[in-house]
Nanobody
Framework: QVQLVESGGGLVQSGGSLRLSCAAS????????AGWFRQAPGKEREFVGH????????VYADSVKGRFTISGDNAKNTVYLQMNGLKLEDTAVYYC???????????WGQGTQVTVSS
């Protein structure tokens, strides 16, 4: 089982940037999809985007497309979520998760808080 640890969250002003990291230990991402999700207070968790590790193919939710970028580093076994042009509505706890092809996301990190202020 891959153990996932997110970091990089914090407080940022509207329009600013943050980069979240998701470090994996236990085994590599090699066959996995690594996804980012977020959950705002009082709302359900929502999909932000994912990267297919083998091909580096990415998919994004419409709400973040053009502002967020997911990338990966083999050497560090880490997935990144670069967030630019942050908006108040991006405030949430951000989680990374993994799944193998054809399965659901079943391995989750503990989350990192992102707060965007005006």
């Amino acid at each position: 089982q891959v153990q996932l640890v997110e970091s990089g969250g914090g407080l940022v002003q509207s329009g600013g940037s943050l980069r979240l990291s998701c470090a994996a230990s236990g085994r590599t991402f090699s066959r996995d999809y690594a996804g980012w999700f977020r959950q705002a207070p009082g709302k359900e968790r929502e999909f932000v985007g994912h990267i297919r590790w083998s091909s580096r193919t990415t998919v994004y939710a419409d709400s973040v497309k053009g502002r967020f970028t997911i990338s990966g580093d083999n050497a560090k076994n880490t997935v990144y979520l670069q967030m630019n042009g942050l908006k108040l509505e991006d405030t949430a706890v951000y989680y990374c998760a993994t799944r193998t092809p054809g399965s659901t996301y079943d391995n989750w990190g503990q989350g990192t808080q992102v707060t965007v202020s005006s």
